[in-house]
């Protein structure tokens, strides 16, 4: 299994709603990674982590609060979004630690398209 | 500063034509490119990659890319397209150690049948 599944696909939400952007993978990848892609740009690293731990947060407002309750899984929660924030969200995976290249590979999924009203 | 040009924003060709989009890459240290499609509507997918070795890659669907370290380019080719090629393409680097890809700003494909 080489893929990554995301849910919802779609999300519209008000800015003082509280959602959930949810992330899974089952090839026991232990980096996972979410990604904002605005239309016609490229994607945007907003976090990632490995093992579990926060590995980095690119200075992500802290309306965006990520999560990893195992090695499976990957939360996005989101509270009190603004209009500016409405994007493709992409997770993906890959596997982590050491130097081999081959690590480097990563696994995208098809994303949730989020519009803050 | 590490980073990924895309110099070819937008390209428009017939059918049958021959697709070459540019990639030049600033990274320090072993590089690691890939070049990855997003179709309308759909989410990110790898073509192909580079690690090492031969500097002639050959990917997905009839792509090739070939890695010339003293130019600093992975240069994305295809001797015939298709209308279904019509896509967005990112060439994207990384290093070995590291999790982070720079991304280059994407070339917008668009193909005539």
Known sequence: DTEVTQTPKHLVMGMTNKKSLKCEQHMGHRAMYWYKQKAKKPPELMFVYSYEKLSINESVPSRFSPECPNSSLLNLHLHALQPEDSALYLCASSQAGGTLSSYNEQFFGPGTRLTVL | ?113
């Not at chain 2, 380019?73 to 680097?93: G, H, I, M």
């Open chain 2, 1 to 113: 500063a590490q980073s990924v040009s895309q110099h070819n924003h937008h390209v428009i060709l017939s059918e049958a034509a021959s697709l070459e989009l540019g990639c030049n890459y600033s990274y320090g240290g072993t590089v690691n490119l890939f070049w990855y499609v997003q179709y309308p509507g759909q989410h990110l997918q790898l073509l192909l990659k580079y690690f090492s070795g031969d500097p002639l890659v050959k990917g997905i669907k009839g792509f090739e890319a070939e890695f010339i370290k003293s130019k600093f380019s992975f240069n994305l080719r295809k001797p015939s397209v298709q209308w279904s090629d019509t896509a967005e393409y990112f060439c994207a680097a990384t290093g070995s150690g590291t999790y982070k890809y720079i991304f280059g700003t994407g070339t917008r494909l668009k193909v005539l049948a």
